[in-house]
């Protein structure tokens, strides 16, 4: 995973009205979207990284980062009165990555980030009501469905980090490896 920054790829993506459904998305100018990606670099709420396909990375002599996007993972701090809860979401857009396990990856990655530096015990989702692979996959990371919006069309699951749970999780990612973000660095983080 790296660190956002602007993309037409990924701009490219949001213009899709299957991922645009799938997010909740509004379609946003290549502007908008660059102005929005600046404040997310900025804001100390929103922790958001790029998820990478390893195997176009390593298939590819010299591939560009662009050409190995796969879609992104993000993490808000929305409750100011409740600093350990984080609000997670994850986005595979390029078709040929689905299905591949890189959405669970890119949430087990996120939530060690959130537990292990942010100090967050609590991680919720807000998914789309006919998103049922993204529900079925965070109901697989143990997180329990607590309410459902029907005017929002959306459910919310929830996931409390018990002392067995931060150890599962701790498990799971023990291969992840933190290093440090170099703009313009084409290393894979």
């Known amino acids: 995973m790296r660190e956002e920054r602007p993309s037409a790829r990924y701009h490219e993506w949001m213009k899709s009205e299957e ?57 808000f701090l929305t409750d100011l009165g409740d600093p350990s809860l984080g609000e997670i979401e994850v986005m595979i857009a390029e078709p040929s990555c689905r299905g591949q396990g890189l959405g669970t990856e890119a949430v087990l990655m996120m939530m060690a980030y959130g537990v292990t530096k942010l100090g967050l015990t609590t991680f919720e989702a807000k998914i789309g009501q006919e998103n049922e692979p993204s529900i079925r996959m965070f109901r697989r990371l ?3 469905q607590v309410a459902v919006s029907s005017v ?3 459910v919310t699951l929830r996931l409390t980090m018990s002392e067995p749970e931060r150890q599962w999780l701790l498990e799971q990612t023990s291969h992840m490896q933190e290093k440090p973000y170099r703009d313009g660095s084409s290393e894979p983080h």
């Open 142 to 144: 143990h997180f329990e």
């Open 19 to 75: 991922l645009q459904r799938l997010t909740a998305s509004e379609p946003l100018t290549l502007e908008q979207e660059y102005a929005m990606q600046q404040s997310w670099r900025e804001d100390a709420d929103k922790c958001t990284f790029i998820v990478l396909a390893a195997e176009k990375w390593q298939g590819q002599p010299g591939p560009s980062e662009e050409s190995c996007m796969a879609g992104d993972v993000n993490l």
């Open 152 to 154: 929002f069309q959306e």
